[in-house]
Structures are given as C-alpha cells and as structure tokens.
C-alpha cells in the first residue's frame, strides 16, 4: 500500500505516518491575563510522526551525498525548499521505535502480545544447490 501511494502521489518522498501518543513529563498549564484557567498533570498528546520508513524516488536518491551519514530531515526539507512533493501515508500499524536494549525488549514483547498482527513469512530456501555447485 505504501509503494502504491508513493507511486500514485508522484511524490519524490513518501513517509509512513503515524500517530504516537506522547506523555509530556511536567504538568502543562494554560495561562490567561496571568491568571492559571487550567491545569493538567502529565497530560497525553497524540502527534503525528514519522514512522521511519521511506520510499524515495530517484530524484531523492540523487541528493544523498555519497559515503556521508544523512538525516532524513535534511533530505525532506532539501526536497521542500526545491518544490518537490512530499507525501505521508498514514498507517494504524503496530510501531515501536528500536533504538536501546529497554525499546528492543519493548518490541519483542509486543510481538509476543500481538502475534497476529506480524506477517510471518517461511524461511527463504538455500538456493546454492539450485545452482549446480
């Protein structure tokens, strides 16, 4: 579905899109003629973010430079500022961002919680002895 939309928005990016519940770590406070009218304790916020995945046409391709580490950010607002279009394909799949020990232990657990949501594909066959040698 993700290439479909990529290919059909004739985007030179396409991000999967989704929305993230945030809990802010401080009590938010709206304030009104320096009076507080509100105060709401670690309140939750669900933004939309970026789900990490990608499908880049050629022309985002061809402004990677070569051998370097490139932000994403980067790369969406060159192609923003050059008047390309950028397109998001939201999703409601299962995410979880990998990025330490505690987040893969997260991850592995919610497989194990929502096995029925991963696709499960056979392991591909050992093709050597397909080939003659």
Known sequence: ALVCHHRDAGAALTSAVHFEPFRIPYGEVQVQDGTIVTYLEKPERRILVSSGVFMLSSRAIALLPVGQRTEVSWLVNRLLAEGA?????????????????????????????????????????????????
């Open 85 to 133: 279009k950028v397109a998001a394909f939201h999703h409601d799949a299962c995410w979880i961002d990998v990025n330490d020990s505690a987040a893969v232990a997260r991850a592995e657990q919610m497989i194990r919680d929502h096995a029925e949501a991963f696709e499960v594909r056979e392991p591909a066959a050992n093709l050597s002895h397909n080939r003659g040698s």
